[in-house]
T-cell receptor, first 116, second 113 residues
Framework: GAGVSQSPRYKVAKRGQDVALRCDPI?????LFWYQQALGQGPEFLTY????????KSGLPSDRFFAERPEGSVSTLKIQRTQQEDSAVYLC??????????????FGPGTRLLVL | AQTVTQSQPEMSVQEAETVTLSCTYD???????LFWYKQPPSRQMILVIR??????QNATENRFSVNFQKAAKSFSLKISDSQLGDAAMYFC??????????FGKGTRLHILP
């Protein structure tokens, strides 16, 4: 497919479990973003990769959150020892590098995480 | 810090009518991009329209157009000839120079048949 894909689409975890959320960006897109969207809110920035380099992780809410993109393509957002407040939709987006051309971010369908 | 404000949590419009969604933002930057994204119940965020701040001409995409007032820091979205498929959450968004997008809280648009 041509779009951003995310898996799983839904994840239910017991409090304290670790979870891993996957994002496949659009082929050739250099930039990759993770957002957290709480119910009824707009997405909030978590972290940003340019190729395999994590250039900004200022939005990660705690050290339980970890993201990686080892080969500059697929990215994984890992949440350790999940808490109920981690319940949200996690959105991934990708974009081309060149700002002056087009910095439109294309979003995946999201992973809805529910922590019980 | 940049902020994006959408003052209308919900709006309704009759099918085939025109509706305008409001957005204001705060920034000290002179060069930036603004976007309207649509998020239907399926949750896939879809780009509706974008505006480069250096362009004075308002962007238009088919039935969607914006009224960009740079001095007033206002960026409203007009949807003409509303259709049932337009029902969704609409997010106004600001792209910072460091490529972070700041989203508003959204406006839920209902289309009345």
């Amino acid at each position: 497919g041509a779009g951003v894909s995310q898996s799983p689409r839904y994840k239910v975890a017991k409090r304290g479990q670790d979870v891993a959320l996957r994002c496949d960006p659009i082929s050739g897109h250099v930039s990759l973003f993770w957002y957290q969207q709480a119910l009824g809110q707009g997405p909030e920035f978590l972290t940003y990769f340019q190729n395999e380099a994590q250039l900004d992780k200022s939005g990660l809410p705690s050290d339980r959150f970890f993201a990686e993109r080892p080969e500059g393509s697929v990215s994984t957002l890992k949440i350790q020892r999940t808490q109920q407040e981690d319940s949200a939709v996690y959105l991934c987006a990708s974009s081309t590098l060149f700002r002056e051309v087009a910095e439109t971010q294309y979003f995946g369908p999201g992973t809805r995480l529910l922590v019980l | 810090a940049q902020t994006v404000t959408q003052s209308q949590p919900e709006m309704s419009v009759q099918e085939a009518e025109t509706v305008t969604l409001s957005c204001t933002y705060d920034t000290s930057e002179s060069d930036y991009y603004l976007f309207w994204y649509k998020q239907p119940p399926s949750r896939q965020m879809i780009l509706v329209i974008r505006q480069e701040a250096y362009k004075q001409q308002n962007a238009t995409e088919n039935r969607f157009s914006v009224n960009f007032q740079k001095a007033a820091k206002s960026f409203s979205l007009k949807i003409s000839d509303s259709q049932l498929g337009d029902a969704a959450m609409y997010f106004c968004a600001y792209l910072r120079r460091d490529d972070k997008i700041i989203f508003g809280k959204g406006t839920r648009l209902h289309i009345l048949p």
